[in-house]
C-alpha cells in the first residue's frame, strides 16, 4: 500500500478492494441506523442510503473525491478514516464522513503535542 499521509506518529493509506468489501457493509447499516435514530422511516432510511452509497462507491469502489483509508501506527491499522468531497460538488468543500480509531490509541498523539485553538479569519 502507498502510504497517503504520513507523520512521526502514523500514516494514512487506502484500503484495498477486500478490506473495503469488508468496511462497506457495516458502514451502510450504521448509516441507515443513525438516520433511523434521527427519525427517518426505516424504508426512506434504507432507500437514501441505497441511493447515496450507489453515488460514493459506484461498483463498490470510493467515487473520484471519496477517500477511506486505513489509519495505520505503528505497522498496524488501528483505524478508519473516510473523507470526501460533499454531493454538491463545490469543488472546495470536504467532509468527513466518518472515522474510527481504536481505543487504545485514540489520544496518544494529542498528548505528544500541545493543542491550542485558533481564530480563523472568516
Aim: charged share 30%; aromatic share 10%; hydrophobic share 40%.
Amino acid at each position: 500500500m502507498t502510504a497517503l499521509l504520513k507523520s512521526s506518529n502514523g500514516q494514512m493509506e487506502a484500503k484495498t478492494s477486500q478490506e473495503l468489501a469488508s468496511w462497506m457493509p457495516n458502514m451502510k447499516e450504521h448509516y441507515i441506523a443513525e438516520r433511523i435514530k434521527a427519525g427517518e422511516d426505516s424504508e426512506v432510511a434504507r432507500k437514501l442510503s441505497d441511493s447515496q452509497f450507489a453515488e460514493l462507491f459506484p461498483n463498490e469502489s470510493p467515487a473520484e473525491g471519496q477517500y477511506v483509508m486505513n489509519v495505520v501506527a505503528e505497522e498496524e491499522i488501528v483505524g478508519t478514516l473516510w473523507m470526501g468531497r460533499p454531493f454538491s460538488g463545490d469543488g472546495v468543500t470536504w467532509f468527513i464522513y466518518d472515522i474510527e480509531i481504536a481505543k487504545d490509541v485514540r489520544v496518544v498523539a494529542l498528548a505528544e503535542r500541545p493543542w491550542k485553538p485558533r481564530k480563523v479569519d472568516s
